[in-house]
């Protein structure tokens, strides 16, 4: 964890601790924090609602089930018929949604009609009606949920997006080092043999097209005539001196660095996943930028360890990289469009989850995902967060941090 990270992680329990008050008066305190003590159990688990000798026993039951509401109901103590009361429930949730749900006799208890998905987070309103008489309540069974200022916000750094569609490209991970290209080297010689009167350029030396690099007097005309660069680049070989004769040999050897090529190694059961002119970012340790290039071929032979090398393109124009770097490169084997995406960093773990964190004006609660396809920075939702739906990316970790301290649990 960077010193960033301490720091936030800080100030935020430092503001958890005081209860800082903004100069708009705004607080940051968790919605869990909040509530009251534990509320009485009944035998089946559920919370109990009381209005004098009237009972009701709340319970949401997921063995074996998909979560759902389910209702006992005792007067001075003795259970009643559940066909004798009507009970109806609201649950209202963040984001202006409401859901109704309606019950019916099953055994000895009253059994909701609907599904109540994650997160348990919400104001219930419970309404029972017995023997000509209402009774009300309404509590809060908050989980996965923080309230945190705007203004606090901003000073940590907590950054949003927008959920909606994304274009996943689905990437294979590879290793190599940086080559030249085989037209990378000059081998300079003599046109005619002679002595090589001056030697303009020295071992290490960069030249630029049409620079003079030797001058050489012709054995047989005695005449005098210059060597010039056919290229950019630097002198890597110098094999001759000034007061040499030529004799048909290399002189000098001159290499251009304005292009090298990434050799990566693709292991078998990648290889026909990879398609030439297929994108490729390549990372080289040290440079805090990708560079962007395509696969441009490979070689026909493989490695001892039957992986075969694939050959990107590294253009070098400032001249910062040299052969035999190392580079990690993600080459884009396939690419999807999904019309519901959210970015990989604002993922958190809760309970048995993958959540991110939905945020409705000052109050942040989880959303339970259900994930599909993981490609780069993008992963691909199936389910549990609606599009248009405005979720904590940068720093989401703080949002986890308040939420565990606050220790929150819903009723089960």
């Known amino acids: 964890m960077n010193i960033q990270c301490i720091l936030r992680i800080f100030l935020l329990s430092q503001m958890l601790v005081i209860g800082v008050i903004s100069s708009a008066g705004y607080v940051l305190a968790s919605e869990t924090q909040m509530q009251e003590a534990e509320p009485e159990k009944g035998p089946n688990r559920g919370r109990m609602l009381r209005d004098g000798s009237f009972a009701v026993e709340l319970a949401i039951v997921e063995t074996g089930v998909p979560p759902e509401f389910r209702v006992w109901v005792t007067d001075d103590g003795k259970t009643i018929n559940p066909s004798q009361v009507d009970i109806t429930i609201q649950l209202q949730r963040l984001g202006n949604v409401t859901d109704n749900i309606n019950f019916s006799v099953e055994n000895d208890y009253l059994r909701g009609d609907t599904v109540v998905y994650e997160p348990h987070s919400f104001v219930v309103l419970l309404t029972a009606d017995y023997q000509g008489k209402s009774y009300q309540w309404q509590y809060d069974n908050f989980e996965g949920r923080t309230r945190i200022a705007n203004n606090i916000a901003q000073a940590l750094d907590i950054k949003t997006e927008i959920t909606g569609p994304a274009t996943l490209h689905e990437t294979v991970r590879v290793y190599g080092q940086l080559a030249l290209p085989p037209n990378a080297k000059r081998k300079i010689q003599a046109r005619f043999d002679g002595v090589i009167k001056n030697m303009h350029v020295a071992?290490?030396?960069?030249?630029?097209?049409?620079?003079?690099?030797?001058?050489?007097?012709?054995?047989?005309?005695?005449?005098?005539?210059?060597?010039?660069?056919?290229?950019?680049?630097?002198?890597?070989?110098?094999?001759?001196?000034?007061?040499?004769?030529?004799?048909?040999?290399?002189?000098?050897?001159?290499?251009?660095?304005?292009?090298?090529?990434?050799?990566?190694?693709?292991?078998?059961?990648?290889?026909?996943?990879?398609?030439?002119?297929?994108?490729?970012?390549?990372?080289?340790?040290?440079?805090?930028?990708?560079?962007?290039?395509?696969?441009?071929?490979?070689?026909?032979?493989?490695?001892?360890?039957?992986?075969?090398?694939?050959?990107?393109?590294?253009?070098?124009?400032?001249?910062?990289?040299?052969?035999?770097?190392?580079?990690?490169?993600?080459?884009?084997?396939?690419?999807?469009?999904?019309?519901?995406?959210?970015?990989?960093?604002?993922?958190?773990?809760?309970?048995?989850?993958?959540?991110?964190?939905?945020?409705?004006?000052?109050?942040?609660?989880?959303?339970?995902?259900?994930?599909?396809?993981?490609?780069?920075?993008?992963?691909?939702?199936?389910?549990?967060?609606?599009?248009?739906?405005?979720?904590?990316?940068?720093?989401?970790?703080?949002?986890?941090?308040?939420?565990?301290?606050?220790g929150a649990s819903h009723d089960h």
């Open 203 to 406: 071992l290490g030396d960069y030249v630029k097209k049409g620079q003079t690099l030797i001058t050489v007097e012709s054995n047989e005309s005695l005449k005098s005539y210059q060597i010039t660069a056919p290229i950019d680049g630097v002198i890597s070989q110098q094999l001759a001196s000034e007061a040499e004769q030529t004799s048909a040999r290399t002189l000098l050897e001159l290499t251009s660095q304005k292009v090298l090529v990434a050799e990566l190694a693709v292991f078998p059961t990648d290889v026909p996943s990879i398609k030439k002119f297929a994108p490729v970012e390549i990372n080289i340790n040290g440079f805090d930028h990708g560079i962007t290039s395509v696969v441009s071929g490979s070689k026909s032979t493989l490695r001892n360890d039957q992986a075969r090398i694939f050959l990107a393109e590294v253009r070098n124009t400032d001249a910062t990289l040299t052969e035999g770097m190392f580079v990690t490169a993600d080459i884009e084997i396939a690419t999807v469009d999904t019309p519901l995406a959210v970015k990989r960093e604002g993922l958190q773990a809760f309970r048995d989850f993958t959540v991110v964190y939905a945020k409705f004006g000052e109050q942040y609660e989880v959303r339970m995902l259900e994930l599909g396809m993981q490609a780069g920075e993008w992963v691909e939702v199936l389910g549990g967060i609606d599009p248009g739906t405005e979720y904590v990316t940068e720093n989401s970790y703080i949002i986890k941090a308040d939420i565990e301290k606050s």
